[in-house]
């Protein structure tokens, strides 16, 4: 076997074409081939690039099969660059099937950085920046989306999450309703003409904003009150058992009540905790 060619991930412009930067320009210049997640809208930025090279179609529902061809036309010593519609590879877009098959072959891997929605949402949306999480799109599934709420709810950290354009009225309702009135920040349309950043109550905007349109970004504000939740059950549990139960009876909590309450802070058995106060 002769050399083994390289898999480039190229970032790409989510918006404005003057995104691209020079070394992914050089890149999408030298390497045999080209990978784009849709050919049609790939030719488009190419050809305002005056960039020509051969494409192949390369996207979530033909990733599988397509993994395959361009690992052995890798090994076969072509250079690859994988390329998405808007932003960078594998996140939220096809790329890591491949990324994770070329490792096992040991081919080199090479990240062309760019632009990346979420982060360039995040910087501007004046929420902590110093941890956060991010989802992708969330899960159509009822059952797989109640159990996404439900983590999201009890996140402290920022929480970013994509929406599609004709999705982001029932999300917004499904977050209200799910996690609660939270502070949120709609990053719309970013990098292009109509760019613009929402901010509020997630009630105030889906008041104010009934038809909104174009890719939306949905930075919401973490759960502060975990943190207090964490303190409160820390003091609690350095208390004696005696008085954890005074704490707790003080708030009016009949007995059954207030020895699950005490099982659930000091994560034990209730059997535990009634044969200690039996006597209560």
Do not use: C, F, Q
């Given at each position: 076997?002769?050399?083994?060619?390289?898999?480039?991930?190229?970032?790409?412009?989510?918006?404005?074409?003057?995104?691209?930067?020079?070394?992914?320009?050089?890149?999408?210049?030298?390497?045999?081939?080209?990978?784009?997640?849709?050919?049609?809208?790939?030719?488009?930025?190419?050809?305002?690039?005056?960039?020509?090279?051969?494409?192949?179609?390369?996207?979530?529902h033909n990733e599988d099969n397509k993994t395959e061809v361009l690992i052995n036309k890798i090994l076969n010593g072509e250079n690859i660059a994988i390329i998405t519609d808007a932003g960078t590879p594998a996140i939220s877009d096809p790329g890591e099937e491949v990324v994770k098959q070329a490792i096992e072959k040991n081919i080199e891997i090479i990240p062309i950085p760019g632009a990346c929605a979420l982060i360039n949402a995040l910087i501007c949306s004046g929420m902590n920046t110093k941890e956060f999480c991010f989802y992708g799109f969330l899960s159509l599934n009822k059952k797989i989306r109640k159990n996404q709420f439900e983590k999201l709810k009890k996140e402290d950290k920022t929480i970013i999450i994509y929406e599609a354009p004709h999705k982001i009225n029932q999300t917004l309702k499904d977050i209200l309703s799910e996690i609660g009135d939270r502070n949120i920040v709609l990053a719309r349309e970013l990098t292009k003409i109509h760019e613009e950043f929402i901010r509020g109550k997630v009630s105030e905007i889906i008041e104010k904003y009934q038809e909104l349109k174009g890719e939306m970004i949905i930075i919401i504000e973490g759960n502060s009150n975990i943190n207090d939740e964490n303190d409160v059950k820390l003091i609690l549990n350095n208390l004696t058992l005696d008085e954890h139960y005074d704490y707790y009876k003080k708030q009016n909590y009949d007995k059954k009540e207030i020895i699950k309450k005490i099982a659930k802070d000091r994560n034990v058995s209730k059997n535990d905790i009634y044969m200690k106060l039996i006597d209560k």
């Open positions: 076997m002769g050399n083994i060619g390289k898999l480039y991930l190229v970032a790409t412009p989510i918006g404005n074409l003057d995104d691209i930067t020079y070394r992914a320009v050089k890149v999408l210049n030298e390497v045999d081939l080209i990978a784009a997640e849709d050919t049609r809208h790939s030719l488009k930025l190419l050809n305002h690039l005056n960039i020509s090279k051969p494409l192949i179609s390369y996207h979530r």
